[in-house]
């Protein structure tokens, strides 16, 4: 999973390893450069789209949103793990 670049050191949330649907995807999220989990679960709770719209910036990365430090792209996560990634992430509030 580190190798991955989806997490560095602690933070991991013991949420995402009691999660059995996600136990293959690669990660053990820590997410230390850019927003909290929570964080970004609150900020899309009332907003439609928000499942693609993370699946896509997940994969493709951004900047913009939360400030000034740009997410890189993990392209080496498919499509489908970044939805689950995303309905995870929309899971933590
Ligand atoms: C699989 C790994 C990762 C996942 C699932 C993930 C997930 C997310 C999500 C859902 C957001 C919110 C996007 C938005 O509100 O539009 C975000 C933003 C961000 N992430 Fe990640 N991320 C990952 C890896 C990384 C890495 C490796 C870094 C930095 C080394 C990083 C840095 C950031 C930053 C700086 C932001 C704020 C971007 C902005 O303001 O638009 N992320 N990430």
Known sequence: MRQR??????????RLRAAPQLHELPLGVAHVHGPSFDSVAHRYADVDGARSQLARKIVEG???V??????????QISSD???ALADWILSLR
């Open 5 to 14: 670049g989806c997490a560095e050191r602690e933070h991991v949330d013991a």
């Open 62 to 64: 951004g900047v913009g």
């Open 66 to 75: 939360w400030g000034p430090v740009p997410m890189p792209a993990n392209t």
């Open 81 to 83: 793990q970044a939805v």
